[in-house]
T-cell receptor, first 114, second 112 residues
Framework: NAGVTQTPKFQVLKTGQSMTLQCAQD?????MYWYRQDPGMGLRLIYY???????DKGEVPNGYNVSRLNKREFSLRLESAAPSQTSVYFC?????????????FGDGTRLSIL | GENVEQHPSTLSVQEGDSAVIKCTYS??????FPWYKQELGKGPQLIID?????GEKKDQRIAVTLNKTAKHFSLHITETQPEDSAVYFC???????????FGTGTRLTIIP
């Protein structure tokens, strides 16, 4: 079972460059999420998609955009990367958007902005 | 919004001993409390969760307890093994909230 697959695994960017992080899940889940993980700060929600065709802001959305391409895929875009966006990014999915559902995580994208 | 505090931030225990990690939450409406284990270079993996209609749940060497009155919940790992070394996160949410709020994590080290 692949579960949640994220690409790329590692990326180095220069300040001002743009890139898209890809996420796909094969569990037929309705809801998908993007988090960033920084030392000592746990996981912070950037954006989420409760169902295909909908997206909503999380705790730290500034500097990011998302696209729910279809039920399987949810991408995160950095339009103009900044050093403060250096982080590990995790995608997750859950069966439903209601808060009491387990979330399943990918293995992350490690992003460095120089 | 919900705020989840987790303690301690680091914990070292001898192999075979028990480990306890504690979390407190602020929103009395929260009713779902999962625990995640994150190994180096991997994403968080759900290891156990509890809903507010029960006070304790066990799965082999892992147990979670919930005290709704005090708004805290704890992870208990018994007979610890080297493979238990990882970072553990607690989280909280409620049925009407589409988001999980995570604690800041506990780095558990098992000393052989």
């Amino acid at each position: 079972n692949a579960g949640v697959t994220q690409t790329p695994k590692f990326q180095v960017l220069k300040t001002g460059q743009s890139m898209t992080l890809q996420c796909a899940q094969d569990m037929n889940h309705n809801s998908m999420y993007w988090y960033r993980q920084d030392p000592g700060m746990g996981l912070r929600l950037i954006y989420y998609s409760a169902s295909e065709g909908t997206t909503d802001k999380g705790e730290v959305p500034n500097g990011y955009n998302v696209s729910r391409l279809n039920k399987r895929e949810f991408s995160l875009r950095l339009e103009s990367a900044a050093p403060s966006q250096t982080s590990v990014y995790f995608c997750a999915s859950s069966e439903m958007s209601r808060g009491n559902q387990p979330q399943h995580f990918g293995d992350g994208t490690r992003l460095s902005i120089l | 919004g919900e705020n989840v505090e987790q303690h301690p931030s680091t914990l070292s225990v001898q192999e075979g001993d028990s480990a306890v990690i504690k979390c407190t939450y602020s929103d009395s409406a929260s009713n779902y409390f999962p625990w995640y284990k994150q190994e180096l270079g991997k994403g968080p993996q759900l290891i156990i969760d509890i809903r507010s209609n029960v006070g304790e749940k066990k799965d082999q060497r892992i147990a979670v307890t919930l005290n709704k009155t005090a708004k805290h919940f704890s992870l208990h790992i018994t007979e610890t093994q080297p493979e238990d070394s990882a970072v553990y996160f607690c989280a909280a949410s409620n049925f009407g909230n589409e988001k999980l709020t995570f604690g800041t994590g506990t780095r558990l080290t098992i000393i052989p």
